[in-house]
């Protein structure tokens, strides 16, 4: 096989690749899943306050020092708090205040004791044991200290990440730009779904595909549809997304048959070839291009060649246009639930099912790269190296989880 080697390829384009240093402010609510644009740091302490971590009285420990069951310590109650109040007093020595969760420690106190541990007559309550400083208190900050770097410029928000920047009071957040795409399908032989099958024709499959995974990945996707296997008019097209398109993305026409334009699209564009082919079945024919300094993929037409190839190929380059760090694949050693009797010559990703908790992975029984139906319910590749043999069941195998 001649091309360039997977890893490679990652790499050139990751440092082709022109990260948009655009951002924008977007509500906490429209917040999920983009990539904070700046280091957030605290900007206070969280709680900012002292406060009881339970239903209770707060009181001063050094007032319980002698209590016990028969001799319980009598605290006269000044008050009651529930979260939200603001008790501006001081309590005393011999003092205590109802306080319920959350609410803020009075001036004064060091402990609360658990509502249910006493008794209160007349205005009285009984502490029938020793606090200790501290006891059942909640320090301010304990959450969050003041200054604390939260997150960092390049992290993913995700839900722990978005309740945190709440805590803080932001309601809204600076992100970066999503990573705009265009993507099409190429194949005189296409139909949008919706419209009549007819003799010799098959449904875009792909591009419904990978616009949902591009929308899983929050990109901004420009929909081109069918591109006509004609060069000229595939070229003109491609051309007018360059201005705003920071990857250009297609399936089909990249082999070597009759109808395989895109060799000839670049030409036309005019776009320089990065490389062509990349050691892999499926996906092999797969050609990166730059052109106008906006980077192009032009992926297999068989469905799932496309899919393998978008997930190890343009998943990498989307992160690092989302001004994020590509997040690499989780790998695992993984035993073979099925065989699979072909060897591998070249490189091969095997679509599969992988049960973690077991270690195991089965490949379904129908796995070319034209048929897309058995990639429901895989979560996973299998890698197998070139030169790898005939497999069978119980054979451990690398597996990517996708
Ligand atoms: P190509 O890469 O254009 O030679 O196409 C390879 C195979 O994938 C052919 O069988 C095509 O009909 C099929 N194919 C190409 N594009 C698509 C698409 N967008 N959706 C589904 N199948 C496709
Ligand atoms: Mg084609």
Known sequence: MEGIELEQAVELLLTKAKVPQETEEVPLTSALGRTLAEDVRADFDNPPFDRSPLDGYALIAADTVDATRENPARLRLVGEECAGDFFAGTVNPGEALCIMTGGAMPQGTDAVIRQEDVTVTNGLLEVPYPLKHHENYCLA????????????????????????????????????????????????ELLQPGEPLAPGKIYNSNLYLLA????????????????????????????????????????????????????????????????????????????????????????????????????????????????????????????????????????????????????TVSIPSQHSSGSLFSAIGCNALINLPAGTGKLAAGDRVEVLLL
Not at 154 to 182: F, M, N, T, Y
Not at 303 to 327: C, H, M, N, Q, V
């Open 212 to 359: 949902a995974r591009l929308q899983e990945l929050g990109a901004e996707t420009k929909i081109l549809g069918i591109i006509p296997d004609d060069p000229q008019g595939a070229a003109d097209q491609l051309r007018r997304c360059l201005d705003r398109a920071d990857l250009l993305l297609t399936t089909g026409g990249v082999s070597v048959g009759k109808k395989d334009i895109m060799h000839e699209v670049i030409k036309l564009l005019p776009a320089q070839r990065l490389f062509w082919g990349v050691q892999m079945k499926p996906g092999y024919p797969l050609l990166a291009y730059e052109a106008a300094g906006t980077l192009g993929l032009a992926l297999s037409g068989n469905p799932f060649a496309a899919y393998t190839t978008f997930e190890l190929l343009a998943r990498p380059l989307i992160d690092k246009l989302s001004g994020r760090t590509p997040r690499p694949f989780p790998r695992l050693k993984a035993a073979l639930k099925n065989d699979f009797p072909k060897a591998s010559p070249g490189r091969r990703f095997i679509r599969a099912c992988c049960d973690i908790a077991t270690g």
């Open 141 to 188: 900050g304990e959450d969050i200290k003041q200054g604390t770097l939260l997150i960092r410029q390049g992290e993913v928000l995700d839900a722990p990440r978005i309740g945190v920047l709440a805590s803080q009071g932001h309601a809204k957040v600076k992100v970066c730009r999503r990573p705009r795409l265009a993507l099409g399908g190429t194949g005189d």
